[in-house]
């Protein structure tokens, strides 16, 4: 089944801890990226990915990183999270070019933190 | 940059009446592509139609079709025969095209209810 999968879906953790939340996709799509989503506020994109190690910012980069060693893997990484970083937080993927550009999302995982 | 704002936070339809949902962007690009979103309650993401900038036709998927205006930068959304499944939460969205990337811009949502 060609799926975006997000691990964890649902996270607490403490200000200051570092956390990564992995995701994955198996439909060998060039292009992944990830946003958050905050009441009143929509979904903003933190970071995307054009391919294996071509990364750019997105809106609201501060405070996470990104790697893109692999195609099928664009884990999100928060060195220090904070409490303003509790959000909802969806990766997607999508084929580049021309061909196709509907995204499709992964189910979200939920972090807070303390 | 490119902005895309949805109006209305909430709106409200009879089961079986059409509804239209408001989206307005703002770009310097001239290739892109727009999109309509839908989010159940499960938060789960779904595509419900998407739009080329450089195709006049407006795109249509059975009960959804969108109004787009390029001139106006306007793209909104009317579904047609409403259903109680439709209740959720709509994001117009904004991607740019060409050497774009992938960049892309969500409005704030509209809430859709569906009244029985």
């Known amino acids: 089944e060609a799926q975006v999968t997000q691990n964890p879906r649902y996270l607490i953790t403490v200000t200051g801890k570092k956390l990564t939340v992995t995701c994955s996709q198996n439909?060998?799509?060039?292009?992944m990226s990830w946003y958050r989503q905050d009441p009143g506020l929509g979904l903003r994109q933190i970071y995307y990915s054009m391919n294996v190690e071509v990364t750019d910012k997105g809106d609201v980069p501060e405070g996470y990183k990104v790697s893109r060693k692999e195609k099928r893997n664009f884990p999100l990484i928060l060195e220090s999270p904070s409490p303003n970083q509790t959000s909802l937080y969806f990766c997607?993927?999508?084929?580049?070019?021309?061909?196709?550009?509907?995204?499709?999302f992964g189910p979200g995982t939920r972090l807070t933190v303390l | 940059a490119q902005t895309v704002t949805q109006s209305q936070p909430e709106m409200s339809v009879q089961e079986a009446e059409t509804v239209t949902l408001s989206c307005t962007y703002d770009t310097s690009e001239s290739d892109y592509y727009l999109f309509w979103y839908k989010q159940p309650p499960s938060r789960q993401m779904i595509l419900v139609i998407r739009?080329?900038?450089?195709?006049?036709q407006n795109a249509t998927e059975n009960r959804f079709s969108v109004n787009f205006q390029k001139a106006a930068k306007s793209f909104s959304l009317k579904i047609s025969d409403s259903q109680l499944g439709d209740a959720a939460m709509y994001f117009c969205a904004y991607r740019s095209g060409g050497t774009g990337g992938f960049k892309t811009i969500f409005g704030a949502g509209t809430r859709l209810f569906v009244k029985a």
């Open positions: 997607a993927s999508s084929l580049g070019g021309q061909q196709r550009n509907e995204q499709f």
């Open positions: 739009q080329e900038a450089y195709k006049q």
């Open positions: 439909m060998n799509h060039e292009y």
